[in-house]
T-cell receptor
Framework: NAGVTQTPKFQVLKTGQSMTLQCAQD?????MYWYRQDPGMGLRLIYY???????DKGEVPNGYNVSRLNKREFSLRLESAAPSQTSVYFC??????????????????FGNGTRLTVT | GQQLNQSPQSMFIQEGEDVSMNCTSS?????WLWYKQDPGEGPVLLIA?????ELTSNGRLTAQFGITRKDSFLNISASIPSDVGIYFC?????????????FGKGTKLSVKP
């Protein structure tokens, strides 16, 4: 079982360039999430998808867009990268029921991250 | 918004020592989670706590859900070198149709030089 797989692992962009971070999970989870991790800031939620066909903003959505392509895949797009978006990006998934964003009995499973540098 | 205060921010351990860290908040949470992150990897769930006062162990790790529902503690007994990494607490507060998961800023565990 691969769990949550993110690609690429590393990426360097110039200011203004665009790119898409890919994420796929093989655990048949309903919900998927994108976080960014910055030194001293912990993990902050960018966007999430509670179920296939839905997406919602998290704590820091500005400058990002997402697509829940199908149940397995959830991509994060930077349309015009900025140095402030230099960070490590983590995708996560969980199995939730009903309409709850997070289920108490299904904590998050994380991918290994994408380290993005914007110059 | 809701915030978690995780302490200490960092600590050095010597093999065999016991380690304690905690998270506190001014808000009540329904669930507390503890994750560990190794370098170059994503966080991995260590322990999940679902009831106030609950004490749960996972090997040498023990975590408690504070009785006030505003704090949680993680203890590591007899630390070993592979315990180094960043430990995150996370509090879950759900109500209505949405839940809100808040992460602490992490406690970085390093080996004493």
């Amino acid at each position: 079982n691969a769990g949550v797989t993110q690609t690429p692992k590393f990426q360097v962009l110039k200011t203004g360039q665009s790119m898409t971070l890919q994420c796929a999970q093989d655990m048949n989870h309903n919900s998927m999430y994108w976080y960014r991790q910055d030194p001293g800031m912990g993990l902050r939620l960018i966007y999430y998808s509670a179920s296939e066909g839905t997406t919602d903003k998290g704590e820091v959505p500005n400058g990002y867009n997402v697509s829940r392509l199908n149940k397995r895949e959830f991509s994060l797009r930077l349309e015009s990268a900025a140095p402030s978006q230099t960070s490590v990006y983590f995708c996560a998934s969980s199995q939730n029921r009903g309409t709850a964003t997070f289920s108490y009995n299904s904590p998050l499973h994380f991918g290994n991250g994408t380290r993005l540098t914007v110059t | 918004g809701q915030q978690l205060n995780q302490s200490p921010q960092s600590m050095f351990i010597q093999e065999g020592e016991d380690v304690s860290m905690n998270c506190t908040s001014s808000s009540i949470f329904n669930t507390w989670l503890w994750y560990k992150q190794d370098p170059g990897e994503g966080p991995v769930l260590l322990i999940a706590l679902y009831k106030a006062g609950e004490l749960t162990s996972n090997g040498r790790l023990t975590a408690q859900f504070g009785i006030t529902r505003k704090d949680s503690f993680l203890n590591i007994s007899a630390s070993i070198p592979s315990d180094v990494g960043i430990y995150f607490c996370a509090g879950l507060n759900y109500g209505g149709s949405q839940g809100n998961l808040i992460f602490g800023k992490g406690t970085k565990l390093s080996v004493k030089p």
